[in-house]
């Protein structure tokens, strides 16, 4: 079968690999589209001895039964599905609560991170990967497996202070955030206040719902002010799906007292959070902090039940797997608005 497999670090390569075969517990999926994420960015640029390899990418995947194996009940050939991607250890405490993604066993993997992921033509997952999709577009339903479940999961961690008629900041209308958008308009009586550096995404965010967008720049913070408030007040909630250190000096200047900042995106800024008294603080006082991690198989069961009702729509960008690199180069140059997925 043909896959687009990291054969060293930075490397994509085309290349014609055995079709894998579904062992006891497993399922060998027929892959109907796969998310190219910032993250496989990250895989490609860690150095050797990270991430295995050679291995084919791919953790944001939909696709349709083609063989089960031993002891799999409740899935048959041609039944459609997305991934859940995290594999844990299932044993410790965090797996037991339903909190895969908080392993305390396994390092960060799963597929596309630790096994072969979906950026081929069939990938094997466990069969307890599953969840049900039913006749969505698999265009769509690859996305949710981490662009939606993502910031649904830091959503749910920020639910306490996204109280009716509260304030968030959305940092980054790319891949993430143009649905953390949606889920906040879908489950929340928010105001929410969307914030990137491109006039395209800022005009997604609008179209989507946001009730204001500011442009990033010299001037954000000061704009954002004057629709949240001067200190010690500000926004209820910051959600960076970026994380650069202009995003995060951002976010802390513009968070209320008592807020909340969600740093979910990994472009390698550092926030300055010490114990002092100054003016202005570097965090605000009472301020939380916290580092979502994608989401639990529970979450993306309600993310695929929001997209199903309508409410929820990956804005995307398809690129066959021939040209899969081509995606990720788009990707990293931020060419790319909405999602990019590749369809086999």
């Known amino acids: ?8 670090p930075g490397v994509l390569e085309h290349t014609e690999v055995p079709t894998p075969e579904a062992g006891p517990g497993e399922v060998l999926l027929r892959v109907g589209a796969v998310g190219a994420c910032h993250s ?5 640029d860690a150095p050797a001895g990270v991430f295995p390899i050679p291995m084919t990418l791919g953790h944001e995947v939909a696709g349709t039964v083609d063989t089960v194996g031993a002891g799999v009940d409740g899935w048959s050939p041609g039944d459609r599905a997305a991934v859940y991607g995290i594999i844990g250890c299932g ?5 037991l609560r339903g909190d895969e993604n908080r392993c305390r066993v396994t390092p960060v993997g799963g597929v596309g991170l630790s096994r072969d992921g979906g950026l081929a033509e069939y990938v094997v997952v466990p069969a307890s990967r599953l969840l049900p999709v039913g006749d969505m577009d698999l265009t769509q339903a690859a996305p949710l497996t981490d662009a939606g479940l993502t910031p649904y999961h830091a959503v749910e961690l920020a639910r ?6 509260t304030t968030c900041v959305v940092i980054g209308i790319g891949g993430l955030g143009h649905m953390g958008v949606q889920i906040l308009l879908a489950t929340t009586a928010v105001r929410i206040v969307a914030v990137d550096t491109s006039p395209a995404a800022l005009d997604l965010a609008s179209r989507l719902g946001a009730h204001h967008v500011v442009q990033a720049g010299p001037d954000a913070v000061e704009r954002i ?10 926004a209820d909630v910051v959600l960076d799906f970026v994380g650069a250190q202009a995003t995060l000096d951002t976010g802390r200047q ?16 550092t926030l300055p959070v010490r114990p002092v008294a100054d003016e202005p603080p570097p965090v605000p006082m009472e301020t939380g902090v916290v580092v979502p991690f994608w989401g639990t198989r529970a979450e993306l069961h309600e993310v695929i039940a929001l997209a199903r009702d309508g409410r929820l729509h990956a804005d995307v960008q398809t690129f066959p797997l021939a040209e899969a690199p081509q995606a990720y180069e788009a990707l990293r140059r931020g060419d790319v608005h909405g999602r990019a997925v590749i369809v086999p």
């Open 40 to 44: 496989d960015l990250h895989i490609l």
């Open 160 to 165: 306490p202070r996204l109280r009716p008629g």
């Open 254 to 269: 513009v968070v209320a007292t008592g807020g909340q900042l969600l740093l979910v995106g990994l472009a390698g800024g």
């Open 225 to 234: 002010r004057e629709l949240v408030g001067p200190p010690p007040d500000g």
């Open 1 to 8: 079968m043909r896959a687009v497999r990291m054969t060293a």
């Open 91 to 95: 044993r410790c405490r965090a797996c």
